[in-house]
């Protein structure tokens, strides 16, 4: 069974522009989270989507946003980018949404921006 | 508030027990995770832990308290490749379902 796939693995930008990050979940699982992995911030939740719809969402600005699929495929978008933005960008997938679901990880989308 | 607390770096010697500590204070609890994440990698599954009490998989254990907010992670047989972060989280239902993560546990194991 493939892992969780996220696309692509290391990209730079500039300040301003805006960037989407891929991921495909496991065949199977219905739900995807993002989080934002930095040195000194841990791993902070962006935001769940189950079923195309957002469950949670964590307390980031307007201009991180995103998007699920029919086939449950998602995608997360940064707009006008900042330098602290840089980070390590993860995607997670569940069978369903909810209490006690082990979530498993891609292999991240690593952003510089500079 | 919802706080994770571990220790920030430790270090052990190969084929040594090394003990992970996590304590938590959140408005509920419903389980605990813990996962490993080596250096440039995703994070990886160890254990889910709902009840009180020490569950056991191979060189590795968990247990939970949860009258004392507090988990710990139990590392037996140390290899050179358990070098890596190991992360807490959290998981309470009433805080919209999300995980609370703590800061991870840089561990290294020197020959």
């Known amino acids: 069974k493939a892992g969780v796939t996220q696309t692509p693995r290391y990209l730079i930008k500039t300040r301003g522009q805006q960037v989407t990050l891929s991921c495909s979940p496991i065949s199977g699982h219905r739900s995807v989270s993002w989080y934002q992995q930095t040195p000194g911030q841990g791993l902070q939740f962006l935001f769940e989507y189950f079923s195309e719809t957002q469950r949670n969402k964590g307390n980031f600005p307007g201009r991180f946003s995103g998007r699920q699929f029919s086939n449950s495929r998602s995608e997360m978008n940064v707009s006008t980018l900042e330098l602290g933005d840089s980070a390590l960008y993860l995607c997670?997938?569940?069978?369903?949404?909810?209490?006690?679901?082990?979530?498993?990880f891609g292999e991240g989308s690593w952003l510089t921006v500079v | 508030g919802q706080n994770i607390d571990q220790p920030t770096e430790m270090t052990a010697t190969e084929g040594a027990i090394v003990q992970i500590n996590c304590t938590y204070q959140?408005?509920?609890?419903?389980?605990l995770f813990w996962y490993q994440q080596h250096a440039g990698e995703a994070p990886t599954f160890l254990s889910y832990n709902v009840l009180d009490g020490l569950e056991e998989k191979g060189r590795f254990s968990s247990f939970l308290s949860r009258s004392k907010g507090y988990s710990y992670l139990l590392l037996k047989e140390l290899q050179m490749k358990d070098s890596a972060s190991y992360l807490c989280?959290?998981?309470?239902?009433?805080?919209?379902?999300?995980?609370?993560w703590g800061l991870g546990t840089s561990l290294a194991v020197n020959p």
């Open positions: 989280a959290v998981y309470n239902a009433g805080n919209n379902r999300k995980l609370i």
């Open positions: 959140t408005s509920g609890f419903n389980g």
């Open positions: 997670a997938s569940s069978p369903s949404s909810g209490a006690g679901n082990t979530i498993y």
